[in-house]
């Protein structure tokens, strides 16, 4: 990050005040000097002429730092009573610029990060996802750029998906937001095309989305401060009582730790891949190899139908800085067929719910009609139709019932309601739904001792296939 120290002359120095201050750039092997006496009446070159006010003085300071040989990454401007030294090298990684100084009355020195690199963050762009710019110096407009893409992180598309600017509402306004959730959703698509398939598995490519902005601000044209970041963007959202900018609480994607599972239906479990130390499902290690740098690898899935030989599934995560246990007990589906509900979770990506108790099935068409039936001066056939049906075509319909949950499963189906796309799998074969039903009382065994659900669902498309 770049930096910048700021020479304060709090009052107008008295004739012999001195100053000295240092700027040193590890990576350039170099340091530089700068420093000066206050003089009524300059003598030497090192001399600055003292003015009328502390603003003159600063002026006449300013011309004489712009006498001094600097490299290109080294610039003054001024502010008023205040001389901004701005160092800026290739390298302004932190701990490569160092800024000293020797205190003198009536002078103070303040540095300030004028090129910040944000470390990634995950973004949750159902919900509001703003970019608060706060950079601490004074500053009257911001503007930003920002690339929303899939692939390697590395590999930024030379034009930006929007430019941005504002402007403060009020002067000495020490911060400005842009919200920019609504501008991502549109490069984040999650689905379940790879749902059905065995082992470990890469989200889809539209899944998620990498995010880079580059946001300067300006005061008076000059710019002043830079800030740059990287998020990982996910079709995921918080509640309203998780806050601003809802983060992620665990770098597993989901959020119970108990669930259920039914045996030999395919369920995915999704995860974060960075800072992964280990994954055992049943105490037996899985190998997970990812590059980072890829959107689609960050990110990845088991499917537990390949591990449901016993009662319990057992997925014990350890990262850097978490460890957690999911538990699935495995059961069997009985009298009526299993129907795997495939819903987009609050973290944006698919997760199975089971319907399991008793289905019913109706078929509602719809269409139009005509009197077509004419006679012939009088004489007609009695087996034509007087009122005729055409552009008939319908949608089934399916009431759905679950098994009997524990109250912690009420968050599943929170979410499953939430969520903007459902799957059922049937027979192996993926078939889009929507879920006509909403709003649900949800049960506590406290009050209702048992707690199931009934849902009603509409296939997401005509019986009469007229895709076009």
């Keep these: 990050m770049g930096k910048r120290i700021n020479v304060i002359l709090d009052v107008n120095p008295t004739n012999g005040v001195s100053f000295l201050f240092s700027v040193n750039v590890v990576s350039e092997y170099q340091t530089n000097y700068f420093s000066g006496v ?96 706060t950079p601490n110096v004074l500053f009257d407009t911001v503007t930003m750029e920002f690339f929303a893409y899939g692939g390697d992180v590395n590999e930024m598309p030379t034009l930006p998906n929007y430019e941005l600017s504002k402007q403060v509402v009020q002067l000495g306004q020490s911060t400005i937001s842009f ?26 490519p539209d899944a998620t989305c990498w995010v880079k902005y580059d946001a300067l601000c300006f005061d008076n044209n ?42 030999d239906e395919d369920n995915r479990l999704y995860f974060i891949t960075d800072e992964l130390t280990s994954l055992e499902v049943n105490g037996t290690p899985i190998t997970i190899t990812a590059n980072l740098d890829l959107n689609t690898e960050y990110i990845q899935s088991i499917n537990l139908k390949d591990y449901d030989n016993g009662d319990v599934i057992t997925c014990e995560f350890v990262y850097e800085d978490e460890t957690r246990t999911i538990t699935y007990d495995v059961l069997d589906g009985c009298r009526y067929p299993v129907i795997n509900c495939v819903f987009i979770n609050k973290f944006g990506f698919p997760q199975s719910f089971f319907l399991t108790l008793v289905n019913k099935i109706t078929d509602e068409v719809d269409g139009e009609d005509y009197r077509g039936l004419t006679s012939n001066f009088g004489i007609y056939n009695t087996t034509d ?29 929170k979410q499953m309601l939430l969520s903007e796309k459902k799957w059922f799998i049937e027979d192996g074969e993926i078939l889009p739904v929507n879920l006509e039903s909403k709003s649900v009382a949800y049960k506590t065994q406290l009050n209702d001792k048992l707690i199931q659900y009934s849902f009603n669902f509409k296939y997401s498309f005509d019986i009469i296939n007229n895709v076009q």
């Design 385 to 413: 139709h007087q009122y005729s049906n055409f552009n008939l075509n319908g949608r089934s319909a399916i009431v759905c019932n679950t098994d009997y949950l524990n109250e912690e499963e009420n968050e599943n189906v």
């Design 38 to 133: 206050f003089k009524t009446t300059p003598v030497y070159s090192s001399d600055i002429l003292i003015g009328a006010d502390v603003n003159a003085t600063a002026v006449n300071l300013l011309t004489y730092f712009q006498t001094f040989t600097v490299p290109d990454y080294i610039t003054f401007t001024r502010t008023g009573n205040t001389i901004h030294c701005d160092v800026d090298p290739d390298d302004s990684s932190e701990g490569n610029i160092n800024l000293s100084w020797s205190g003198t009355a009536g002078i103070t020195y303040e540095i300030i990060n004028t090129n910040v690199e944000l470390p990634l963050t995950y973004a949750l762009v159902r919900s509001t996802y703003s970019l608060r710019i």
């Design 222 to 263: 000059d710019q002043v401060f830079q800030v740059e970041g990287t998020l990982l963007a996910m079709y995921g959202y918080g509640y309203f009582n998780e806050g601003f900018n809802p983060q992620l609480s665990s770098k597993v994607l989901i959020s119970n730790n108990n669930q259920r599972h039914f045996r």
């Design 179 to 204: 919200d920019i959730n609504h501008l991502i959703k549109e490069n984040t698509n999650p689905g379940i095309d790879n749902y059905l398939l065995a082992g470990v598995q890469p989200t889809q």
